[in-house]
């Protein structure tokens, strides 16, 4: 039984994990890369098993799995929402926001003359945004409802 919530964890923490570490490698611009070692202390899996460990006893009950996948099914449907959007929203359908297309996002135009510049969120300053540069909008201009995707 152990042996297959370990599997079933790894398996939701990868999921979980891998999302948002596509939008944020989609948006983030390139690092250096890291020594060995500094690679091997990221385990996606191990911090997502401490993540959803919430008594901290080293084992997962069906509780805190349930849990857990609950929060990895939430990020998946709103990473699947997001996308869908952000290929509307896209018309010459080049993968990114440009700015004519910046202009009609519905939170931008709610925020009327308090929206914050495009270049805020075009982290790596090519002029228009990708994937994960529009999650970060959605993140700043929408809290609540990114707060709710991930609880």
């Known amino acids: 039984m152990k042996m297959i919530r370990g599997t079933m964890m790894v398996l939701a923490g990868g999921i979980l994990l891998l999302g948002a570490q596509q939008a944020a490698a989609q948006s983030a611009p390139a690092k250096p890369a890291q020594p060995a070692q500094a690679r091997q202390a990221q385990d ?4 997502a098993f401490k993540a959803w460990d919430k008594d901290g006893n080293g084992n997962l009950s069906l509780v805190e799995f ?72 959605v993140q700043t201009l929408a809290p609540d409802a990114a707060k709710a995707a991930t609880k």
């Open 66 to 137: 349930r849990m857990g996948w609950q929060q990895v099914q939430r990020v998946t449907e709103t990473q699947a929402r997001l996308r869908q959007q952000f290929a509307t929203v896209d018309a010459n359908k080049n993968n990114a926001i440009d700015p004519a297309e910046y202009g009609s996002l519905m939170l931008v135009r709610q925020a009327g003359k308090n929206a914050p510049q495009m270049s805020v969120f075009d982290l790596d300053r090519d002029g228009k945004l990708a994937f994960g540069e529009y999650v970060k909008l």
């Open 44 to 47: 996606p899996a191990a911090e």
